[in-house]
Every structure is written in structure tokens, then in C-alpha cells.
């Protein structure tokens, strides 16, 4: 059996009514195409689009375009939002399994129109890049499954309604694959057990795993070779999966190239913070750069070193309070504080309150 050949680089809720941390990754988007039928689900719970981007602070107008991308920061925001305001913590898997194929253009279709899943998965991963610059996918395989995994740094913050997204939207993708055909499936998720658990299952199956170390979704390792033409001929078909990768790679080669600086130095300080050995010098000798070079890159960027470092361990203090059950001491950790009482003082600092209180206010996900 051949291996997922393609291998991405690894970094592997509620508004709280708080103001969101400062986009420290102004340089990351994500397409704006899903949002059309993401603002008929909200509608339809009875949450008004105009208001939610006037409150969020983005155009409303933006899904008129098929070209727009949206900050990834602000579509985060999006879930969060509709997490918080509806009650309903699983509105992002739900949003997600219910968008129309075709609705996320080609990438969908390099995977849909492959031979194999096997093929679907390792072309997810090689053209990712196609709808967003801010986080990566990869592929694994054990004796049971093979695995499409997703890796969102932590400096982002809370993410779990986008996550919930993405596995509803791959999910109903494999589905869809299948045709009739059972699909024997696992969810691993890193955020904790949701409310709304009934939706879940109903979407994914009951194998469902929570407060995992990675966030990944799962297919009986017996199926990752079936030949998918088998069961849908006009889908799964040779010549349209031709016609499929090179409109793939054609507008990979059109498509303007963003620098993600910015997103890099993030993610190695992130890395660092957990390693208890962050300092500017480290972070440039990772970049092969000077400190000063660095520095410059940082204040063209709008921010500095100290601040960026402030910034990210405040994302990750949110992310991890909010969406996770895992103890203070191990958030202080992976905020980089040797001790819990100097965590505890920079939460404040940031939340008015102490992390305990924080958590404690957050929406209940089970």
C-alpha cells in the first residue's frame, strides 16, 4: 500500500464579550466563497448578517465576490460569533456538512474527482494552499485508519467553530464519495466535548474523541484504496480528474503569492514559548536571518517582538481556556510561564479576571 505522499509543515466557543486579541497575523486569509451559504444558516437561526459584520467589523457585502478573501482571523471570529449568539455550539459542523458541493471551487473537485481516497486526501493537502494561507493539512495512517489532519496554531486563539467547519464540510465530501456505501469514520478533536453532542454524531458517527493532542478525521484504512470509479463512475472519473489537477495547478500558478513572514515567525515563537527557550536571536537563527533583520520585518509588519510574543501568548490563553479542560498549570506552560502564579497575573492583566474566573464564564460545551 503506498504512503500519503504529501506532508504539510506542522505546528501539530464564545466571544466572551471581550475585545479580540490584535491580529498578529495580518498577512493570513482564507476565500470568502463559503460565506453566501454560511449567512443563509445564520439567517435562518435568526442572526443578521449586516449586524454580525458591523460587529465584527468586515464587509457584508464580501460574498458578492468570488474572488474576495476574508483576514482568517475575522472568519474565526464568524464562528465564534454564531457559537455565542445562537447557543449552539456545533453551528460551524453543522454549517459546514450542509454547504453545496462546488461551493469551495477546485479543491473540492481534485478530491472528489479522484480515483481513490487515498488520491482525494494527498490532493487536499497538496493544493490547501488554493483557499487559505493560514494553516496547513496532512495526511497519517495507522493499522485502523488513514487520517487527514489539520494543524491551526494555537496563536490563532479560539478555533473550534471553524475546525467543526472544515471536518463537516470533508466530511460530507467523503460521504458523498461513497455514494450508498457505509463509511466506517473517527473524529478526533484537541477542543473539548461540545453541548450539542446529538448534532455530532449525526454528522460524524459515534466515534467521536475529545481533548485529543491533534485534530484529525479518520477513514477505515481497508477503504483509502477502493476504487472509488466503482461506485460513481461520473464523478470518479480519469479524464475529469486530469482536467481537475491542471485547473488546480493553474491557478496555483496565477494565483499572487502573499508573503506569510509574519505567520512563520508566529508559529516559531508559539513552538518556542512551549519549548522555554524563546528569544529574538533564537527566532532569527531559525529564519536564517540577523536579529536586526528580524527586527525590521517586524516593524514593517506593524508590531515588534515583544509585542507579537505578547499577542500570541494571549491567543493561546484564550484558545486553550475556552475550548479545552486541560489544567492551568499546563496552559501556563504552553504560554511559556515557568509558573503558574505568573501565568495567572499576565491573565488578568489581559482578562480582568483570573484564568479560573475566565473559564468559568465561558458557554458550557458539555
Given at each position: 500500500?503506498?504512503?500519503?505522499?504529501?506532508?504539510?509543515?506542522?505546528?501539530?466557543?464564545?466571544?466572551?464579550?471581550?475585545?479580540?486579541?490584535?491580529?498578529?497575523?495580518?498577512?493570513?486569509?482564507?476565500?470568502?466563497?463559503?460565506?453566501?451559504?454560511?449567512?443563509?444558516?445564520?439567517?435562518?437561526?435568526?442572526?443578521?448578517?449586516?449586524?454580525?459584520?458591523?460587529?465584527?467589523?468586515?464587509?457584508?457585502?464580501?460574498?458578492?465576490?468570488?474572488?474576495?478573501?476574508?483576514?482568517?482571523?475575522?472568519?474565526?471570529?464568524?464562528?465564534?460569533?454564531?457559537?455565542?449568539?445562537?447557543?449552539?455550539?456545533?453551528?460551524?459542523?453543522?454549517?459546514?456538512?450542509?454547504?453545496?458541493?462546488?461551493?469551495?471551487?477546485?479543491?473540492?473537485y481534485v478530491g472528489l474527482s479522484a480515483p481513490t481516497l487515498r488520491a482525494a486526501?494527498?490532493?487536499?493537502?497538496?493544493?490547501?494552499?488554493?483557499?487559505?494561507?493560514?494553516?496547513?493539512?496532512?495526511?497519517?495512517?495507522?493499522?485502523?485508519?488513514?487520517?487527514?489532519?489539520?494543524?491551526?496554531?494555537?496563536?490563532?486563539?479560539?478555533?473550534?467553530?471553524?475546525?467543526?467547519?472544515?471536518?463537516?464540510?470533508?466530511?460530507?465530501?467523503?460521504?458523498?464519495?461513497?455514494?450508498?456505501?457505509?463509511?466506517?469514520?473517527?473524529?478526533?478533536?484537541?477542543?473539548?466535548?461540545?453541548?450539542?453532542?446529538?448534532?455530532?454524531?449525526?454528522?460524524?458517527?459515534?466515534?467521536?474523541?475529545?481533548?485529543?493532542?491533534?485534530?484529525?478525521?479518520?477513514?477505515?484504512?481497508?477503504?483509502?484504496?477502493?476504487?472509488?470509479?466503482?461506485?460513481?463512475?461520473?464523478?470518479?472519473?480519469?479524464?475529469?480528474?486530469?482536467?481537475?489537477?491542471?485547473?488546480?495547478?493553474?491557478?496555483?500558478?496565477?494565483?499572487?503569492?502573499?508573503?506569510?513572514?509574519?505567520?512563520?515567525?508566529?508559529?516559531?515563537?508559539?513552538?518556542?514559548?512551549?519549548?522555554?527557550?524563546?528569544?529574538?536571536?533564537?527566532?532569527?537563527?531559525?529564519?536564517?536571518?540577523?536579529?536586526?533583520?528580524?527586527?525590521?520585518?517586524?516593524?514593517?509588519?506593524?508590531?515588534?517582538?515583544?509585542?507579537?510574543?505578547?499577542?500570541?501568548?494571549?491567543?493561546?490563553?484564550?484558545?486553550?481556556?475556552?475550548?479545552?479542560?486541560?489544567?492551568?498549570?499546563?496552559?501556563?506552560?504552553?504560554?511559556?510561564?515557568?509558573?503558574?502564579?505568573?501565568?495567572?497575573?499576565?491573565?488578568?492583566?489581559?482578562?480582568?479576571?483570573?484564568?479560573?474566573?475566565?473559564?468559568?464564564?465561558?458557554?458550557?460545551?458539555?
Open positions: 500500500m503506498d504512503e500519503f505522499v504529501y506532508t504539510a509543515r506542522h505546528t501539530c466557543g464564545s466571544i466572551h464579550g471581550d475585545p479580540l486579541p490584535i491580529d498578529t497575523h495580518t498577512e493570513s486569509w482564507i476565500t470568502a466563497t463559503s460565506l453566501a451559504h454560511t449567512k443563509s444558516v445564520l439567517r435562518a437561526r435568526g442572526l443578521a448578517w449586516r449586524q454580525l459584520a458591523s460587529e465584527l467589523g468586515f464587509d457584508a457585502d464580501l460574498i458578492s465576490d468570488p474572488n474576495a478573501r476574508l483576514p482568517f482571523k475575522t472568519l474565526l471570529a464568524i464562528y465564534e460569533y454564531a457559537a455565542d449568539k445562537s447557543g449552539d455550539d456545533a453551528i460551524g459542523l453543522t454549517i459546514g456538512a450542509s454547504v453545496p458541493i462546488g461551493t469551495v471551487g477546485v479543491f473540492e486526501f494527498n490532493n487536499w493537502v497538496r493544493f490547501h494552499s488554493l483557499p487559505t494561507n493560514a494553516h496547513r493539512l496532512s495526511t497519517a495512517e495507522d493499522d485502523n485508519f488513514g487520517y487527514l489532519c489539520w494543524h491551526i496554531p494555537d496563536s490563532f486563539g479560539p478555533h473550534a467553530g471553524f475546525l467543526d467547519w472544515s471536518f463537516g464540510l470533508l466530511a460530507s465530501r467523503i460521504h458523498s464519495m461513497f455514494h450508498d456505501m457505509p463509511v466506517a469514520m473517527i473524529s478526533e478533536f484537541s477542543h473539548s466535548a461540545p453541548g450539542n453532542l446529538s448534532e455530532f454524531r449525526r454528522v460524524l458517527g459515534d466515534n467521536l474523541h475529545f481533548n485529543q493532542a491533534q485534530d484529525r478525521l479518520g477513514v477505515a484504512r481497508a477503504l483509502l484504496d477502493l476504487e472509488l470509479a466503482e461506485l460513481q463512475p461520473r464523478v470518479s472519473e480519469p479524464n475529469l480528474h486530469a482536467l481537475m489537477l491542471q485547473a488546480a495547478l493553474q491557478e496555483l500558478e496565477k494565483r499572487e503569492h502573499l508573503s506569510d513572514n509574519l505567520l512563520t515567525i508566529s508559529e516559531h515563537i508559539t513552538e518556542d514559548l512551549r519549548n522555554g527557550d524563546l528569544s529574538l536571536e533564537g527566532i532569527a537563527a531559525k529564519l536564517a536571518m540577523s536579529p536586526r533583520t528580524l527586527q525590521r520585518v517586524l516593524d514593517a509588519s506593524g508590531t515588534s517582538f515583544r509585542r507579537l510574543t505578547e499577542d500570541i501568548r494571549l491567543a493561546i490563553a484564550r484558545r486553550y481556556l475556552i475550548e479545552t479542560d486541560i489544567p492551568l498549570s499546563e496552559i501556563a506552560f504552553l504560554c511559556g510561564f515557568s509558573e503558574q502564579s505568573a501565568f495567572s497575573r499576565a491573565a488578568k492583566s489581559w482578562f480582568g479576571v483570573s484564568p479560573k474566573q475566565y473559564r468559568q464564564g465561558r458557554p458550557s460545551r458539555g
